[in-house]
């Protein structure tokens, strides 16, 4: 099934486009971190905000410890985002997105996620964006913070069925919201960038 990923930038870009990418599965998501390796592609390895890892558990994601975290993300930095490598007991695999203890069967194994922007759920809680959905939003935000686009023209598309954008909510760059373009729309929801540990306090994995 293909899967076309579109944009609504109308502004014009001083510097080389990043390229389109939307890691749907494996193969693609190998593709991305080729480029990625390649230094093509950075907004995921290099970012001012916070990013935090996170395992997928019964259709929801949830934050790893702090050191956790903290331990893989010292991995992908070190592996570029490629490639696999140890964290405690546990193999992480970037090409794969998964985490499984050692010696472990494949399908004991978790989805993982780098969490960088995050919206908040209607139950409350907050779930990161996908990680081609926040290298856009990423990508976005850099070049406005390096003057090459305008805060006004930061609108950025993260779901195309029903259409959703993510705005700045004012002139601030640390205020953001999702959007729905539609009549009866539902309120905004709210939308962060970066990991805020506090956010998670009322909500428990099991």
Known sequence: ??????HTHTHTHTQMESPEITPRNVSEIKNML??????????YLTTKAKPHWFYREKG??????????????????SLK????????????????????????????GKSILRGVWFFREED?????????????????IQKVEKGDTKLADFKIMV???PPRFVVPVGQSLEK?????ETKNAKAPRAVLRGYNGM???NVTPF
């Open 1 to 6: 099934h293909t899967h076309t990923h579109t």
């Open 199 to 201: 956010i998670y306090k």
């Open 81 to 108: 985002g490629t490639g696999a490598g140890k964290v405690g007991e546990y193999k992480v695999d970037f090409d794969q997105l998964r985490s499984m203890k050692e010696g472990a069967s494949k399908a004991s």
């Open 34 to 43: 080729l480029l990625q390796r390649k230094n093509t592609y950075t907004p």
């Open 176 to 180: 953001f919201h999702q959007i729905r």
């Open 60 to 77: 929801k994601y949830y934050p790893y410890d702090d050191n956790v975290s903290y331990e893989i993300e010292k991995l992908f930095q």
């Open 159 to 161: 779901t195309q069925d």
């Open 124 to 140: 409350g809680s907050w779930q990161p964006f996908q990680m081609d959905t926040a290298g856009d939003l990423e990508a976005a």
